[in-house]
């Protein structure tokens, strides 16, 4: 899979939108950007995926690149319930349903 | 829908023994996968299946194995246990077949401690 980089850590005001960078420059044409996020002691929760066009759900933004070597979660109103770990994470077909986490981005929603 | 179920949430264990680990995917998913979650290592893969056949495996060693049954549910033995396989134990499920676009979907997990 495809190797990600995100800033260890961001903080974030409650209310205002929250945009969390991604990159993945070695990603391939039919590799898929997938986004999870991690609160405290819970399994991972299923934020949004792309695989080059821009993508909305009621959860989150994802904007990705043309070039498709980087790309950005949005939270388009940030509230407290929010603060947890996020990871990008690029699927591989060749991977099958197997995942591969990094360390993710550490949201501090503050008040 | 239900989502993905796991139990036990939570486990305490000695040195030595063995622990297993139910999860029952989302109703209609066919594929199992599960990961360890430890504070030095992060989230890893363990293993997945597909069709009670396993059909990806991840970096464990032996004493690590799963099964699926033919109504998809599965479970993961650890056997030996060693204070290292303190973790939290996470079991994901998606529809069927290995194509990068079907989400998967993960359960609460559950916290295994070695004492």
């Known amino acids: 899979d495809a190797k990600t980089t995100q800033p260890p850590s961001m903080d974030c005001a409650e209310g205002r939108a929250a945009n969390l960078p991604c990159n993945h420059s070695?990603?391939?044409?039919?590799?898929?950007v997938y986004w999870y996020r991690q609160i405290h002691s819970q399994g991972p929760q299923y934020i949004i995926h792309?695989?080059?066009n821009n993508e909305t759900n009621e959860m989150a933004s994802l904007i990705i690149t043309e070039d498709r070597k980087s790309s950005t979660l949005i939270l388009p109103h940030a509230t407290l319930r929010d603060t947890a770990v996020y990871y990008c994470?690029?699927?591989?077909?060749?991977?099958?349903?197997?995942?591969?986490f990094g360390g993710g981005t550490r949201v501090l929603v503050k008040p | 829908k239900a989502g993905v179920t796991q139990t036990p949430r939570y486990l305490i264990k000695t040195r030595g023994q063995q622990v297993t680990l139910s999860c029952s995917p989302i109703?209609?998913?066919?594929?199992v996968s599960w990961y360890q979650q430890t504070p030095g290592q992060g989230l890893q893969f363990l293993f997945e299946?597909?069709?009670?056949?396993?059909?990806n495996k991840g970096n464990f060693p032996g004493r690590f194995s799963g099964r699926q049954f033919s109504n998809s549910r599965s479970e993961m033995n650890v056997s030996t246990l060693e204070l290292g396989d303190s973790a939290l134990y996470l079991c994901?499920?998606?529809?069927?077949?290995?194509?990068?676009?079907?989400?998967?979907?993960f359960g609460e997990g559950s916290w295994l401690t070695v004492v």
């Open positions: 994901a499920s998606t529809p069927q077949g290995s194509n990068s676009g079907n989400t998967i979907y």
């Open positions: 070695t990603i391939s044409g039919n590799e898929y």
């Open positions: 792309g695989l080059k």
């Open positions: 994470i690029v699927r591989a077909k060749a991977a099958g349903n197997k995942l591969t």
């Open positions: 109703s209609g998913h066919r594929s």
């Open positions: 299946y597909f069709s009670e056949t396993q059909r």
